[in-house]
Each structure stands twice: as structure tokens, then as C-alpha cells.
């Protein structure tokens, strides 16, 4: 398993508070890369600017993130460009909501 796919399996654990479904499925991940095997870059969103968790969710995915072997640092970037739709969701993700 890459690094990329094994820091996806740990953000897969991270859940949105206000909906039942984790925040890759719910496409808030926009791009994920790992430098020289021990550095991570995440650009990232959330569902609303002033999302209650603004705070919190970009560092508990950059924790997240730090829980793979070898990942010493990440540097995450939280973007509001593209601004998040429904439409990033996947379909795993609709069908849990139901939409």
C-alpha cells in the first residue's frame, strides 16, 4: 500500500459532525501528494467557510495523516476554490445521505 493510500485510510476514519459519512467519501480531500516518502501535502476544504469544525477537522486530518509510518511532516492547506458541492460527493456517499 502507498503512503498516499495508507494517509487516505486514516482520513477515511475522520467523519464530518454533521453528517455520517467521512470526509473522503464526502470529496472535502482535494489533493493528496507524498514527497520522498515522509512528507505529505493536502489541499482540502470544508462544507461551509464557517463550518463549526474550521477549526478542528483540518488538524485532526493533519493528525491523521501523521499516523503513517514514515510521514515526519504535512503540510495541509485548507482551499475554498473550487468551492464544495454535493456533486464531489461519491456515490457512496449520496446513498448513505440519500441523494
Known sequence: MSKKE????EIRKIYDPELPVN?????????????????AKIKMTLTTPNCPV??????????????VEGIEEVDLELVWD??????????????ELNL
Do not use: R
Request: proline share 6%; glycine share 4%; hydrophobic share 35%.
Open 6 to 9: 495508507q494517509i487516505i485510510k
Open 54 to 67: 474550521a477549526e478542528s477537522l483540518p488538524k485532526e486530518v493533519k493528525e491523521g495523516a501523521m499516523q
Open 23 to 39: 470526509i473522503y467519501e464526502l470529496g472535502l480531500i482535494y489533493d493528496i501528494q507524498v514527497e520522498n516518502e515522509k512528507s
Open 82 to 95: 473550487p468551492p464544495w458541492t454535493k456533486d464531489m460527493m461519491s456515490e457512496s456517499a449520496k446513498l
